[in-house]
């Protein structure tokens, strides 16, 4: 378990980087003023990566979207204006 150390401001103003990578390796460390706690330096939250198809089975109510075709009202909007109609000229 993390164990947290108080250092007042001049302190810590001379072992920064010390304090900052002893944060970063889990402690928390106070800073403090006159005694009295004023921040406080912790790691900051990794990143998680992520991972493809965690979120199967988490998502209800969509499984019909995908297995049925869009109705043919809402089809023919993205396709409209966009297809072009070739006629044959008449003689």
Same mark, same amino acid.
């Given at each position: 378990?993390?164990?947290?150390?108080?250092?007042?401001?001049?302190?810590?103003?001379?072992?920064?980087?010390? $304090? /900052?990578?002893? !944060?970063?390796?889990?402690?928390?460390?106070?800073? @403090?003023?006159? &005694? #009295?706690? =004023?921040?406080? $330096? /912790?790691?900051? !939250?990794?990143?998680?990566?992520?991972?493809?198809? @965690?979120?199967? &089975? #988490?998502? =209800?109510?969509?499984?019909?979207?995908?297995?049925?075709?869009?109705?043919?009202?809402?089809?023919?909007?993205?396709?409209?204006?966009?297809?072009?109609?070739?006629?044959?000229?008449?003689?």
């Amino acid at each position: 378990m993390a164990r947290n150390e108080v250092v007042n401001i001049a302190e810590a103003k001379a072992r920064l980087p010390e $304090l /900052v990578e002893r !944060a970063a390796g889990g402690e928390e460390i106070i800073v @403090a003023r006159n &005694g #009295k706690p =004023k921040a406080r $330096l /912790v790691p900051l !939250a990794k990143k998680k990566n992520y991972t493809y198809g @965690a979120g199967k &089975g #988490k998502w =209800k109510g969509a499984e019909h979207i995908l297995d049925n075709p869009l109705p043919p009202d809402i089809l023919n909007a993205f396709y409209e204006g966009s297809l072009r109609v070739v006629r044959k000229r008449s003689k």
